[in-house]
């Protein structure tokens, strides 16, 4: 049996039975999951054998329909208390790098590719001093080529932007 504590509850899962715990929200969104992850373990593509009785095939098909990190899965205001215990996790002060934090945890998350001005400024924690200009911060955190232009006034994040929080962050951690 696996089982996870998870932010709004707690999912429990063993061949056969899968028990959700939680606030009415949490559970519906975790149950539509496994309900898509069941449907795509018996869909009509795989009938051609037999229902896929591997254990461990299934297993993470339904951990996959659990797991609270998948674009999605969290609200605005659980992905601001990431970005924030982020910030204070890796004591982040330069606005530049909360630019990218920020943007980075608005794609995993949110699934949001584009990021604008309003978007860094909505989700902005004051943890870092705010810029005087949110449009200006990301041209010049672009120059860093941690953002790229995908029009006016808006940018993804670009793979050294992914790079710098995935790794080079962490080896800031690490090296404390």
């Not at 999605?72 to 330069?94: A, H, M």
């Not at 909360?98 to 604008?116: D, M, Q, R, T």
Request: proline fraction near 5%; glycine fraction near 6%.
């Amino acid at each position: 049996m696996e089982e996870r504590e998870l932010k709004n509850g707690s999912c429990r899962v063993r061949i056969g039975e899968i028990e959700i715990e939680g606030d009415a929200d949490f559970v519906k969104s975790i149950f539509k999951k496994v309900i898509e992850a069941a449907r795509e373990i018996l869909s009509p593509e795989n009938s051609n054998t037999a229902p896929d009785t591997d254990p461990k095939k299934n297993s993470q098909a339904l951990n996959k329909a659990t797991d609270p990190t998948e674009p999605g899965t969290l609200s605005e205001g659980e992905v601001r208390k990431l970005i924030r215990e982020f910030l204070e996790r890796y004591d982040i002060k330069k606005r530049n790098e909360a630019a990218v934090i920020i943007a980075y945890h608005l794609n995993k998350y949110l699934n949001k590719k584009e990021i604008s001005p309003e978007d860094l400024k909505k989700f902005w924690d004051n943890k870092v001093k705010p810029p005087k200009g949110f449009v200006q911060l990301l041209r010049d955190t672009s120059k860093k080529q941690w953002f790229e232009r995908t029009g006016r006034n808006t940018y993804q994040i670009a793979p050294l932007g992914i790079h710098f929080v995935e790794e080079e962050l962490k080896r800031k951690l690490a090296g404390k």
